[in-house]
């Protein structure tokens, strides 16, 4: 298992570096001249140039970028061109918000799209099926941002039960994001236990269990439910590790305190260190998440716990 887990932890490597080579070359491709942008565009020539040789602007980009990945290893992200100050200090501060607001979400659709999953699949063909996929698939289709929109011009603007923006209210300021941004990943969820459990139920020794008189609900619990979590399982994980980078959008509607909001503010300023850092935190959050998810499959099932060893 130790094993196991280092070596996954060790393929997070690649993974980081092949995403900040490739958001490096497309910010360095981007129209528009950092240093222009920190100096105004009342500044001369000759100053813009030379900040962008002190900046080290006017180097390879192959060089600007190992440059940077050397000081990453130290543990250095960089300086913001925004406002100076340490990348790392900036990303920091707002991690705690992201993962928290994802954590809720994450919390908010499982609860209830595994049950709604299960139950749509136990009552395959009713009305209650059917009325549970239309749903699930409004969920899928529908624009989180602009679900945020309407939930934050009715809840907040009309009804004024919950802050317009902000996480200074408690867990008052986590109902609209958290709904917002986990009721797309409810739809999949609930769409993917469905499916996962119509195969299962459907499997002889669910046949066998019932024939031995068991009762309906023990079969559905304690045997198909139980063999039908891997899929779901794989799709919570993927889910969530979307929600680390995916509320970018809602956040910038709730002008939450993340990490997506920070990126958003970056990518405008062309803030490449700042947007590098964001990334780096997101793909090795997304890299961990998707090891739980491995782990837990270990525990699901003991057929995939013995790869383990």
């Known amino acids: 298992m130790l094993k196991y887990i280092t070596r996954r932890i060790l393929a997070m490597i690649p993974v980081v570096i092949g995403i900040t080579f490739i958001v490096f070359m497309i910010m360095k491709m981007a129209p528009g001249d950092p240093a222009r ?33 050397i000081n990453l290893c130290k543990g250095d992200m960089g300086t913001s061109y925004k406002n100076n100050r340490p990348v790392v200090d900036e990303v920091m501060t707002r991690v705690p918000a992201t993962f928290k607001l994802a954590f809720v979400s994450a919390i908010v659709s499982i ?9 749509a699949a136990v009552k395959q063909g009713t009305l209650f099926d059917n009325a549970s996929m239309v749903v699930s698939l409004i969920g899928i289709s529908m624009p989180a941002f602009w679900l945020a ?3 934050m011009l009715k809840f907040s603007l009309q009804l004024k039960w919950f802050p317009v923006q902000g996480a200074n209210d408690g867990w008052r300021s986590y109902v609209l994001p958290a709904i917002a941004i986990g009721f797309m990943n409810m739809a999949a969820i609930a769409r993917t236990t469905r499916s996962s459990m119509l195969e299962t139920i459907r499997q002889d020794y669910i046949r066998t269990a019932r024939s031995k008189g ?6 559905i619990s304690h045997h198909a439910f139980r063999n039908a979590l891997i899929p779901t399982v794989t799709i919570v994980g993927v889910q969530l ?5 995916g509320a970018v959008l809602t956040e910038t509607v709730f002008a939450w305190p993340g990490l997506g909001r920070l990126m ?3 990518v405008n300023a062309r803030d490449v260190p700042t947007v590098l850092g964001c990334i780096v ?9 998707n090891l739980v998810v491995d782990l837990l499959y270990g525990l699901i099932d003991p057929r995939v716990r013995t790869m383990y060893h």
Do not use: C, H, K, W
């Open 37 to 69: 942008m920190i100096l105004g565009d009342n500044a001369t020539p000759e100053a813009v140039e030379a900040l962008r040789e002190e900046m080290g602007l006017n180097d390879n980009y192959l060089v600007q970028y190992g440059r940077y990945m």
């Open 264 to 266: 958003v503010e970056a």
């Open 214 to 219: 068991i009762s309906e609900q023990e079969v």
């Open 111 to 119: 609860l209830i799209a595994i049950p709604l999953g299960v139950l």
């Open 281 to 289: 935190i997101l793909s090795i959050g997304f890299s961990i998440v």
């Open 149 to 151: 929109l309407m939930l």
């Open 241 to 245: 590790g979307g929600l680390l980078g």
